[in-house]
């Protein structure tokens, strides 16, 4: 049985009350987080659960992100614990306009613990598309799971990727060294322009595609916010070759926090579905823009009814 399998982390999101800085915040509310685990959610809020590796503390915050997955359809099989480090966690910040900033607190956690060969070769092979996120990679030894996992991944499992740019992230590792040693390793790149431009893929999109291209993969879709999003791919994608533009909807925003997982996880549901290039830029934006509709990342994560409901 062919199946999608999505790699990385699971985290708590603390949320503040309302708009404005952390200093101005008395109180914060617990929400399931994590770019990676949003797609994987987001993948089965829109009818195609995917296989999700993870790893989670043994603590009460890795037992609460743990049965938001189940009650999800996330099946437990990589879901891992760790019974020697904490469940990560980021402190998010709004502005009036629903716009995020982020506090993460991820060293030495146990998203940044996962283990190479947890995956074996035999799950690999009945492996049709491979997500993985950018945050294991700033990590030891996660960045060794996620490399290893990569090198092994048969040549017609489409990988995808959504690099993570932040610059507290990345301490141990260059982020620019990183993303050209996996780039050759990828076939969809997801991407907003501003997690490219500090691995110096930066200027009008037509051109930030071509570069990114030239190094290995053969779609890029670029987010945009609520701008909407461009994608490129060349004759060797399935899909291709094919350019677009969708302008994105108009919604009524209150939390930007996860859209562009949401966006990632329509365009992997469409593009695993067979749509076209353009058709999958529309559905993701369509998901990116439901999902701002209400507060929380995953928690905002839209249905594929109600992503239908926009589109109509």
Known sequence: MQETLVVGETIVDMHPDGPGGLADQEQFHRRPGGAPANVAVGL???????????????????????????????????????????????????????????????????????????????????????????????????????????????????????????????????????????????????????????????????????????VGPHTVLLTRGAAGAVAHATDAAPWGPAETTHEGFTVDAVDTTGAGDAFTAGAVHALGEGESLANTVRFGNAVAARSTTARGAMAALPTREAVASLLA
């Not at 995917?50 to 099946?75: C, H, K, S, V, Y």
């Not at 760790?82 to 607190?105: C, I, K, N, Q, W």
């Not at 060294?177 to 930066?202: F, I, K, M, N, R």
């Open 44 to 214: 089965a809020r829109l009818g195609t659960p995917p296989a999700f590796w993870t790893r989670l503390g043994a603590d009460g915050f890795g037992d609460a992100l743990a049965a938001t997955l189940t009650d999800e359809g996330i099946p437990e099989t990589l879901v891992v614990r760790d019974p020697d480090a904490p469940t990560g966690m980021a402190v998010v910040s709004l502005d009036a306009d629903g716009d995020r900033e982020f506090v993460l607190y991820l060293d030495g956690t146990a998203s940044t613990r996962l283990q190479p060969g947890r995956v074996d070769d035999d799950r690999l092979a009945e492996t049709a598309w491979l997500h993985v996120g950018g945050v294991e990679l700033a990590h030891e030894p996660a960045r060794s799971a996620v490399l290893d996992l990569l090198e092994r991944a048969p040549p017609e499992t489409t990988v995808s990727l959504d690099p993570n740019a932040r610059p507290q992230l990345w301490t141990a590792f260059d982020y620019a060294d990183t993303l050209d040693q996996v780039l050759p390793e990828v076939d969809v790149l997801v991407a907003s322009t501003e997690d490219l431009a500090p691995a110096g893929y930066d200027g009008p999109p037509a051109s930030v595609a071509s570069d990114i291209q030239a």
